[in-house]
């Protein structure tokens, strides 16, 4: 993800989507839609798959922002795991 998170400049829903479709089918869907706001570009992603799942990683990293407080997903991502975690 971090490479994506870079190419993307952090643009999270693109992150996800070429995470999930590829880094061309969200080149093909940003030409057909460059000034589209953020929720312009994931109802116009064309893989109804992508699309689903774009919206539930948000949906759920909103919760999780909710829940343990905000931090950028960066620093979720890199944090090393203590042993302590569930399960």
């Known amino acids: 993800l971090e490479g994506l998170a870079s190419r993307y400049d952090e643009d999270w829903p693109k992150v996800f989507a070429a995470y999930n479709a590829g880094p061309g089918a969200v080149a093909r869907w940003t ?16 893989y109804r798959e ?4 774009v919206k539930k990683v948000l949906f759920n ?27």
């Open 31 to 46: 030409a057909s839609m460059p000034s589209a706001e953020t929720d312009e570009f994931v109802e116009g992603i064309l």
């Open 50 to 53: 992508t699309r689903i799942y």
């Open 61 to 87: 990293w909103s919760l999780y922002h909710r829940i343990y407080g905000p931090s950028s997903l960066k620093e979720a991502f890199s944090q090393e795991p203590t042993g302590n975690e569930p399960g």
